[in-house]
């Protein structure tokens, strides 16, 4: 299953293939923050990749 976290921070996602127990502690890669929204549908994933491909363009 992947997982999509979204740092309430800094605001950036990323996905992740989350392992099956749900105790270790996942951080923001960019600022560190553990204070993540977590998503798993796939749809909101291709969401996400069409967005930052539109913001960076
Ligand atoms: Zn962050």
Do not use: A, V
Not at 13 to 42: A, H, V
Request: aromatic fraction near 14%; charge should be positive.
């Amino acid at each position: 299953m992947i997982y999509i976290y979204i740092c309430k921070k800094c605001f950036y996602s990323f996905e992740k293939l989350y392992p099956s127990q749900q105790n270790c502690q996942i951080e923001c890669p960019k600022c560190g923050c553990d204070n993540l929204e977590t998503q798993q549908s796939k749809t909101l994933s291709n969401h996400i990749k069409d967005y930052f491909l539109t913001d960076r363009s």
